[in-house]
């Protein structure tokens, strides 16, 4: 029954929330079963793409990022990666990539959220970190497939909005490109031997400066030790 107008009651059952963010983020596991017969129509012998790169690039810098994260998106497509821009696709669509992929990884962003939905323990999967430390994501899909993601942690430190100075989901990120390679290499992502590409120092400077431009001037710079990936 739906009311349009007000109205008084005699008793309201509301239902306990079994997912969420925050606390949440791991859900019920009632509700991480339906989310599993979700994930069994995406399972289909339908066109795959066995590596894929989740990218960011095609957001503005100033909604924060990975600065030159477009020579990332060459390097990998050199090792046979697919480039996707989850927002020039429909829900279905993201669903069905992240579904029969066999690796992935991910630059961290609200993508993972429908990746947590299909996800499975047979795929290798990463997050390429711009805050640190992806808590959420990484509790989110850990708990939905049941092993959690590899993080590929190799912050150099951030320009931050001096409105906002916390290296949250605004910030830039300058990574460790050598330190990236490594940690890919390590974990299966890239082959040995592969080449690999370096942002140029000026492209690099253009970012900071389009960033520095679309926060009216005023950003700071925080530098950080990286985290090693597990």
Partial sequence: ?????????????IPE????????????????????RIRREFSGSKTSRRKIYVSR??????SGGILGESVIEVNLAAQGYHIVYPETLSLVQQLELYSLADTLIFSE???IHG??????????????????WPGLFVRHVESFRGKAPVRFNAIK???LPVRNPVPGARAAALLDYDEIRSQFLRSGFINEGAPWLYPAEHAISEEIENFRTLHGGDVEWEAVKPRQSN
Avoid at 17 to 36: M, P
Avoid at 57 to 62: P, W, Y
């Fill in 1 to 13: 029954m739906l009311h349009t107008s007000v109205a008084k009651v005699n008793r309201l059952v």
């Fill in 17 to 36: 929330q079994k997912f969420g963010l925050g606390s949440l983020i791991t859900a019920d596991r009632r509700f991480i079963r339906f989310v599993h």
């Fill in 57 to 62: 690039t095609r957001f503005s810098i100033g």
């Fill in 109 to 111: 962003g609200s993508a």
């Fill in 115 to 132: 990746y947590a939905l299909v996800g499975h323990k047979s795929q290798k999967m990463g997050i390429l970190c711009r805050r640190g």
């Fill in 157 to 159: 430190g951030y320009y």
